[in-house]
């Protein structure tokens, strides 16, 4: 498995912008797509993003469509969430996650599909 390591989150207000990172560390980084999750209080995990191996193509949530952008750089072993016009209901304890097979092409967007996860990184946003 990968090591996941978030970071970058803080209270934010309302409309203001976040870039989140994450840094792995372990098993070949270019070789696995990745993912960005999140989960607010009470509430159940929930996809928000997802990026292939090489990064040329990705996916989002209809809730962060066109606010939000994910990518990765292979050189560093990082992925990326570029949060834009950020709204209350985006505050939530952010996850990023490896997916558990090497070389898969589909998008996923199930957390059952991903074994590596970083330990989280809260984001707040309010006024």
Known sequence: QVRLAESGGRLVQIGGSLRLSCEASGRAFS?????WFRQAPGKE???VAWI???GTNTYYADSVKGRFTISRDNAKNAVYL??????P???AVYYCAADR????????TAAYEYNSWGQGTQVTVSS
Do not use: P
């Not at 070789?31 to 993912?35: E, I, L, T």
């Not at 097979?101 to 996923?108: G, T």
């Open 31 to 35: 070789s696995y797509a990745m993912g």
């Open 45 to 47: 995990r929930e996809f």
């Open 52 to 54: 292939n191996l090489s």
């Open 82 to 87: 570029q949060m834009n016009s950020l709204k």
């Open 89 to 91: 209901e985006d505050t």
């Open 101 to 108: 097979a090497f070389y898969r092409q589909v998008i996923i």
